[in-house]
Nanobody
Framework: VQLQASGGGLVQAGGYLRLSCAAS????????MGWFRQAPGKEREFVSG????????YYTNSVKGRFTISRDNAKNTVYLQMHNLKPEDTAVYYC??????????????WGQGTLVTVSS
């Protein structure tokens, strides 16, 4: 599957951004989706995930209560709404698709990344 992430930018602390990831090439509704991020000098880390059936969502502790993942299967798109952004959220954000249909936790396809910069 091909993934195209967008929506990054520069925002002040406390601000809001919505990331989008458009998918093509497979039956989108069969695949769990996730968002990861990589800050300068750090390893890529999991941010949030959503199962193929929209039943379960997952978040890393540092974003719980601030970020919301959702998906629109009719538009083949997954979103990440980010509220109350903090400088430590600054990173390149990547979307990912599960390696297999009807599975969660193993990621097989990655988008190109979109940069989020949060100023203090």
């Amino acid at each position: 599957v091909q993934l195209q992430a967008s929506g990054g930018g520069l925002v002040q602390a406390g601000g809001y951004l919505r990331l989008s990831c458009a998918a093509s090439g497979r039956t989108f509704s069969w695949y769990s989706m996730g968002w990861f991020r990589q800050a300068p000098g750090k390893e890529r880390e999991f941010v949030s995930g959503i199962t193929w059936n929209n039943v379960n969502t997952y978040y890393t502790n540092s974003v719980k209560g601030r970020f919301t993942i959702s998906r629109d299967n009719a538009k083949n798109t997954v979103y990440l709404q980010m509220h109350n952004l903090k400088p430590e959220d600054t990173a390149v954000y990547y979307c990912a698709a599960a390696a297999a249909p009807f599975d969660y936790g193993r990621w097989g396809s990655w988008g190109q990344g979109t940069l989020v910069t949060v100023s203090s």
